[in-house]
């Protein structure tokens, strides 16, 4: 095989590949963030780092930027509040579907993931007060006649594996509804209701209001229903570590009492109302 | 450790579905990857065959063969996982869209997609992964065979299509054999790659019931048994269609 054959092959070759890929961006391999040097507001001396879990695919909650950090409001709430307790955080990328296993097994002393406080959640492992009220919201084109979550009976929804979302569909459609399309991570059910697969999307509000105002050519809307309860995100730690979440806690409170909260809420979701 | 069995239960018919799928799956994808594994793997060995033939046809062989060539090199060479979604997310989108797709607009396109899209996606990816493997296969397996008698073949007045289809691909094949089934057995469990995309294949099923639960022992032995029965019996299958002993040639 001489050098001109082989480099026509590898040309033609790639020339396939860029074809059936288009332009297409790689996502960054997922590297932990280092916490933002800033000015510590008590000298703690030698800080004790905490591991931190999270699924970094649900924006603008936990995600990655340009560099593969992991950025988000959860990051920014959890490091302030980490720093008033005197404590620094180091987050780890951690699937969604296995979050829960690392966490009782010790692999990682915290998770926070947009993670609703529930019943079920408390009986294996311990929530922090809550740091963001959430509700579940539908996508829907923008063409849709759906005005409630009862108009979804019949229709095929997509939703994130292990979510409130997909409880919520669950308990309209029943558990082996072949209606229910289950994703990996919302923005995956949010592009397969862009294709059309589905009808509708149900998930929390933060993240579906987030892909609204990225992605305005989509031609969705959210629909809100009465019948969703709201829920509270919390910071998971294992079942027992009191000692943590106390201080967990104690670095909410903090940060919701001198306004530092309310700065990193406003950056998130103000111009998202 | 408490094992809790019962909760798959609720789940029955979510199991049957799943294996019927990844039956479904797999059979569609090895028939049309096969078909398609041939075709590559016939143009890719066309070199081989004398006399030459005459140069309009040379030329098209030569195109044909870069384009196989090409093929075969980027679906051996990225991760099935990607294909799937590149053909999901990305291909089909833009050949089947409510509006604008090249090949399916409007409603039939958003029905196609709900009712069958998942599936038909991941037939395609697939029987493309397939399709790669298998022309490594048959091109192997035609190498394999002694050009002598190829040229035995011609010294006959047999035309090398004559020669390939009566002479060479029989031999060629049962050689194959043991190589086609390995590569049914790996499609069996790539299948399980599908349900990122949301399609509900077996091991979809058993995701489902890990995220309602998180418990992950239960769902994820059931599969692995209900996997395991069905490579075993290929495997079984494969010994029975190997060239005995006895009859095999040098």
Known sequence: MTFKRQFLQSVAALSVGLFLSGCGKTPPAPVAAEPAASTPAAPAPAAKVITVGTDPTYAPFEFQNEKGEIVGFDMDVLRAAAQKAGLEVKFVSTPWEGAFTALAQGDRDVLVSAITITDERKQTMDFSDPYFEASQLIAVPATSTVAKLDDLKKKKIGVQTGTTGEEVVVKLQGKTSTNIKRFESTPLALAELAAGGVDAVVADNGVVIHYLANNPSAGFKSISDAGFAPEFYGVAVKKGNAELLAQINKGLADIKADGSYQAINDKYFKQAK | ?250
């Open chain 2, 1 to 250: 450790m408490v094992w809790r069995w019962d909760i798959l239960a609720g789940y029955g018919p979510l199991f049957a579905q799943g294996l019927w799928m990844t039956v479904q799956l797999t059979v569609i994808a090895t028939g049309a990857g096969m078909l398609l594994g041939a075709a590559v793997g016939l143009v890719n060995t066309s070199s081989l065959a004398p006399p030459s033939p005459p140069w309009p046809v040379a030329w098209a062989l030569k195109l044909l063969r870069a384009l196989a060539t090409a093929y075969v090199t980027f679906f051996r060479g990225t991760p099935l996982f990607v294909q799937i979604l590149l053909v999901h997310f990305a291909l089909m989108p833009l050949l089947i869209h409510p509006d604008g797709g090249w090949l399916l607009q409007g409603d039939m396109a958003r029905e196609f997609r709900q009712e069958h899209g998942a599936f038909f996606s991941g037939a395609v990816a697939l029987t493309l992964n397939a399709g790669a493997y298998i022309s490594e296969i048959f091109r192997a397996g035609i190498q394999s065979i002694h050009s002598g008698q190829n040229a035995a073949a011609q010294s006959l007045g047999m035309s090398p299509w004559l020669s390939m289809r009566y002479i060479v691909l029989p031999q060629a094949f049962r050689r194959m054999v043991p190589a086609l089934v390995n590569e049914m057995v790996a499609l069996v469990k790539d299948t399980s790659l599908v349900s990122a995309i949301g399609l509900l294949e077996l091991a979809m099923a058993a995701r489902t019931v890990a995220g309602a639960y998180s418990r992950y022992w239960e769902p994820y032995l059931a599969i692995s048994a209900m996997y395991l029965v069905l490579t075993w019996t290929l495997s079984q299958l494969a010994k029975k269609l190997e060239v005995p002993e006895h009859a095999r040639g040098r």
